[in-house]
């Protein structure tokens, strides 16, 4: 059996050197090597006791460490228990503290609140109010019985604090709001003034704290600023416009009751100038203290009362104009342009108040709808109303009146065409009161969208020249005897007519109406007639029957007409027929003369008839003559003019 542990390995080894050292040796170092085992195994002997001392020390140390382990263990878990409960009360303590500050915050900032923005500044104001609301919520998550005292003593605080945000936002707006001349800014071409820079920057603090406050408070209604705002800047607004609003009452009042509107007269559009730069000033204020989304909703409460006070002019100028339609109608065409205007270039620039202008506009856009049909009614009353025509047959005022009207009208061809197309064509002819009645600004949809505003107008100017003349031609034959005299009656329309015609051409309604002169000629044409129809039927006196085969012709033409010889071929009772004809020729024609000259006629209107009644006249007249001059033998009892003198007379008629 081989030995085992360290003191059995260390035997092994020391015998196997001495077995060695005996096989090296002879016989006679036997003694020798006896002595060195014997030294050897002394050494041995030592060694396997030190082996002994260790292995106890070993055990002896094993057990100790065990002895060890079982008395320090225990210690060391409680003391691990001991600093997880001191972390515990730490955090507690922690806890406890920070549910206390908020408690110990009101005698903090109370005093800062109490003092006021004005006098703490506004930057420690808000920074005191910003930790009161830190405070209220955090009391609030946790939720504690105890603190509820607490949160009502802050609510209040913070109210109060909100409160004086909002008094000093208003103090600081008014400050900035004292309102300005609008004509000074207008006149010289300058902005009008927005709020200065140091206000505009506490402004938006105040603004951004409260809109934050609102939404960690979770309420979804607007911003108190919003109306704060409004109600400061409101009556700025209707303070700093009053006086043009006023101005444009003030000028639209007659001096002389018939005197027609001359365009640019009244106020009304200084009045939306003013009202422009005005908006648009307070337009650039809103941009720079509230959010984008809030822009249009302060915009459109801060110009409601400024825009209020327009409608009401407007419905002055209104009361006005209808009472004046003749002669003002022009005002509201004017007015629809001008509001019309400021409307889109107040959209184009802020996106609001479109319909609110729309509202205001409204009675003076039914006004000017009504006024083509209300125009053209006049005109036929006005003529209806005549107790007689002008005895020398001249042209009535309403004539030139009317077809002033119309190229008054043609200055306001913009407002006018939009007025057109809205009604469509044709539309004076209905009432057009009762077919849009809403507030709204009409849509794309609902107009005709291939329209011509200009190409309506210039029907209803056609219409209108038609009324007129028609109804001058009604009336004159209801009170002018046509069987005794067509003459006064020919030539009052023919005067009318030539007035007509000559206002056309000379001003901006001849390329409008160049296309519609056809129906006014045809009028001309029938007039021209009805005078000249009397010169036609004394005539007639003038002819005779002549039989070609008594003419005298020479060489196969016709020759000279030997008066003489006409006579003396004719019967005594042909001849008293003769005399006849030039008596009533005679008498006929002088009548007919004199009156055309007693009647006042137009320049071109009494050369035309001269002209028409010589081509008439003159033709028949040399033709007898030449026949049957000879009859009174040259003494003028019946042939009173010759060629010559007739052709004078005809000039003279022209004169």
């Not at 005895?391 to 009207?405: C, F, G, K, L, N």
Request: aromatic share 6%; glycine share 6%.
């Amino acid at each position: 059996m081989y030995p085992t542990g360290r003191r059995a390995w260390s035997t092994t080894i020391i015998e196997q050197e001495a077995e060695m050292a005996l096989g090296l040796t002879s016989k006679a170092a036997d003694e020798e090597a006896r002595a060195e085992v014997d030294v050897l195994n002394s050494r041995l002997e030592k060694t396997r006791q030190l082996n002994k001392k260790i292995q106890a020390s070993l055990a002896r140390l094993d057990a100790n460490g065990k002895s060890m382990h079982d008395a320090i263990g225990p210690i060391y878990s409680q003391t691990h228990q001991l600093q997880t409960i001191n972390t515990n009360i730490e955090a507690v303590l922690g806890a406890i503290g920070r549910i206390r500050q908020p408690s110990d915050i009101k005698n903090v900032e109370e005093d800062i609140i109490r003092r006021g923005p004005e006098k703490a500044g506004l930057s420690a104001f808000l920074n005191s109010v910003n930790r009161v609301n830190t405070a209220i919520a955090e009391l609030k998550r946790s939720n504690l019985r105890s603190n509820q005292t607490a949160v009502t003593d802050l609510g209040r605080l913070l109210k109060s604090g909100n409160t004086q945000l909002e008094t000093y936002f208003a103090k600081l707006l008014q400050s900035d709001s004292r309102p300005v001349e609008p004509l000074h800014f207008i006149t010289k071409d300058k902005p009008f003034p927005v709020l200065s820079q140091d206000h505009n920057t506490r402004l938006a603090l105040i603004n951004t704290y409260i809109v934050n406050s609102s939404r960690q408070s979770g309420y979804n209604s607007d911003s108190p600023v919003l109306q704060v705002y409004a109600s400061v800047r409101g009556p700025y607004l209707i303070s700093t416009l009053q006086n043009l609003a006023a101005a444009s009452v003030n000028t639209a009042r007659k001096k002389t009751p018939d005197a027609v509107y001359r365009q640019g007269t009244n106020g009304i559009g200084t009045y939306a100038k003013g009202m422009e730069g005005a908006f648009l000033a307070e337009y650039d204020n809103i941009c720079s203290l509230f959010s984008r989304d809030e822009w249009g909703k302060v915009f459109n409460l801060t110009c409601q009362g400024a825009i209020a006070e327009l409608a009401s002019t407007l419905r002055d100028l209104n009361t006005h104009i209808r009472a004046n339609l003749n002669t003002d109608c022009y005002l509201a065409y004017e007015v629809i342009e001008i509001m019309s205007n400021l409307s889109a270039n107040l959209e184009n620039r802020t996106g609001e108040l479109k319909n609110s202008f729309a509202k205001a506009l409204k009675p003076i856009k039914e006004t000017g709808k009504l006024s083509l049909s209300d125009l053209l009614d006049e005109t036929r009353r006005r003529i209806d109303s005549l107790q007689s025509l002008p005895p020398d047959a001249s042209a009535i005022p309403v004539t030139t009146e009317t077809m002033t009207r119309l190229q008054t009208m043609v200055d306001f061809l913009r407002p006018i065409s939009s007025i057109m197309i809205s009604i469509g064509d044709g539309g004076w002819k209905t009432n057009v009161a009762s077919n849009n009645t809403s507030d709204q600004i009409p849509s794309l949809a609902s107009f005709d969208v291939t329209a011509d505003g200009k190409q309506i107008f210039a029907h209803y100017c056609s219409d209108t020249i038609d009324t007129l003349i028609k109804s001058l031609d009604q009336k004159g034959k209801s009170t002018l005897n046509l069987t005794k005299n067509k003459l006064p009656l020919g030539a009052f329309l023919l005067n009318n007519i030539a007035i007509v015609d000559r206002m056309i051409r000379g001003s901006d309604l001849q390329p409008l109406l160049s296309a519609h002169m056809q129906g006014l000629a045809l009028r001309k044409t029938s007039a021209r007639n009805l005078y000249i129809s009397s010169f036609n039927q004394i005539g007639m006196l003038l002819m005779d029957v002549q039989h070609t085969k008594n003419l005298n012709r020479t060489s196969g033409s016709v020759g000279a007409i030997d008066s003489s010889s006409i006579l003396k071929s004719m019967g005594s009772k042909d001849k008293d027929v003769v005399k006849q004809k030039f008596t009533n020729f005679n008498t006929g024609f002088e009548a007919l003369v004199a009156e055309h000259k007693r009647l006042k006629m137009e320049r071109e209107v009494r050369q035309e008839l001269s002209n028409e009644v010589q081509k008439v006249i003159e033709p028949l007249y040399c033709r007898y003559w030449d026949r049957y001059h000879e009859i009174d033998k040259g003494k003028g009892k019946y042939v009173k003019w010759n060629k010559t003198d007739i052709s004078g007379l005809f000039n003279q008629m022209a004169s």
